[in-house]
């Protein structure tokens, strides 16, 4: 696609519950990449995907939070088990290395608001 | 550990020139990055460092010492809809980001 698309934009959620949002990233783009950014808050990195090698899950905040990219494209970040610290915007991006400056810039998607009641 | 610092906000005049600083502490570095945001909007790319000196694109320039862990973004002909959140991000290795610079320009 034209640009990172992710769904939905919108979920509220009771705690307790699960919840799963998605991520199209750039048709492509190898590396995709899940932040989450809370009111106030900077980006925080959660988890980094590039190509077929094995995932760097190392800003995953809890067990609770898990993500899969399947056939290298589209990503799904799972949250179990909700709770309201967990509300936030979930911010997809993909990457690609640009030939002229070398620069890997990111581009991100319009985001996934979670709130969790 | 990263940290990353930036003012929390500015304010500025339309027409003026701004400058939004960023220093970092990161163990390695390999480029800094200037996003903008709009409010409820996704990131987009502004500029990219990775040696010392200045890159300029049009009105926004950004400047990179890693001797002194320090970089700027400078904003000139500052228009109305430059009003944004301005994030400084290091990649070391990840892109981590600071918490951004909220700018209001006023008429």
């Known amino acids: 696609g034209a640009g990172v698309s992710q769904s939905p934009s919108n979920k509220v959620t009771e705690k307790g519950k699960d919840v799963e949002l998605r991520c199209d990233p750039i048709s492509g783009h190898t590396a995709l990449y899940w932040y989450r950014q809370s009111l106030g808050q900077g980006l925080e990195f959660l988890i980094y995907?590039?190509?077929?090698?094995?995932?760097?899950k190392s800003g995953l905040p809890s067990d609770r939070f898990s993500a899969e990219r399947t056939g290298g494209s589209v990503s799904t970040l799972t949250i179990q088990r909700t709770q309201q610290e967990d509300s936030a915007v979930y911010l997809c991006a993909s990457s690609a290395t640009s030939l002229r400056t070398g620069a890997n810039v990111l581009t991100f998607g319009a985001g996934s608001r979670l709130t969790v009641l | 550990g990263q940290n990353i610092d930036q003012p929390t906000e500015m304010t500025a005049t339309e027409g003026a020139i701004v400058q939004i600083n960023c220093t970092y502490q990161?163990?390695?570095?390999?480029?800094l990055f200037w996003y903008q945001q709009h409010a409820g909007e996704a990131p987009t790319f502004l500029s990219y460092?990775?040696?010392?000196g200045l890159e300029e694109k049009g009105r926004f320039s950004s400047f990179l010492s890693r001797s002194k862990g320090y970089s700027y973004l400078l904003l000139k002909e500052l228009q109305m809809k430059d009003s944004a959140s301005y994030l400084c991000a290091v990649r070391a290795p990840h892109l981590t980001f600071g918490k951004g610079t909220m700018l209001l320009v006023s008429p």
């Open positions: 995907f590039q190509g077929n090698s094995a995932p760097d």
């Open positions: 990161t163990s390695g570095f390999n480029g």
């Open positions: 460092n990775v040696l010392d």
